[in-house]
């Protein structure tokens, strides 16, 4: 984990990616990449393009394509040397946790009943990093940001300000799918 937070710590873009993007992301001076459309007939090579590219890369198994959202669905990535997963699932954060994978669980504050929600996941001992979506709301930033997790802001980040209004109320990171912000 301590690897992980010194990458952020360094460059705190997230390459989010779907499989046309593995390529540019890997080529991003982003250190770690958000898989969002992992499959069962790429995730290896996935894996491995950005291993030897020097990438750290967690899966979003929920949005993979092929692969169990179960315990062996954890196991066959675990075996393809995957560093983490993404998950808005508890049951899945424990399985990878139990893996001594990475974990981010995923939250959604679209509201303030999903904000008590997601308040809740913080206490979850298996969940490394708390990932808040959508990532464009400061004040929910900083409300998890003195949790003592780590908090990534995800979803709807399209500028160099949303980056920079995320990192200021207490984010470590910000994922996107914008590519240009790769290079920030």
């Not at 967690?58 to 169990?68: K, Q």
């Not at 983490?84 to 508890?90: A, D, L, M, N, Y």
Request: charged share 25%.
């Amino acid at each position: 984990m301590k690897e992980i937070m010194a990458l952020l710590e360094d460059f705190p873009v997230i390459a989010a990616v779907k499989d046309k993007n593995m390529h540019d992301a890997v080529s991003s001076p982003a250190s770690i990449i958000f898989d969002l459309g992992a499959n069962i007939n790429t995730v290896k090579d996935s894996i491995e393009l950005a291993h030897r590219n020097g990438k750290k890369i967690f899966v979003h198994i929920d949005l993979a394509e092929g692969i169990g959202k179960d315990r062996y669905g954890i196991d066959y990535l675990c075996s393809l040397g995957v560093d983490g997963i993404i998950s808005t699932r508890g049951n899945l954060i424990k399985a990878a946790k139990d893996k001594s994978l990475l974990t981010v669980k995923r939250v959604f504050t679209l509201d303030s009943q999903g904000v008590i929600s997601a308040m809740s996941d913080i206490d979850d001992p298996s969940a490394d990093i708390i990932e808040i979506m959508p990532g464009v709301i400061p004040k929910i930033i900083e409300r998890f940001a003195g949790s003592g997790k780590p908090i990534i802001a995800g979803g709807l980040i399209e500028s160099k300000s949303e980056i920079t209004a995320a990192l200021s109320h207490g984010a470590v990171a910000v994922s996107t799918g914008k590519k240009e912000l790769w290079y920030l």
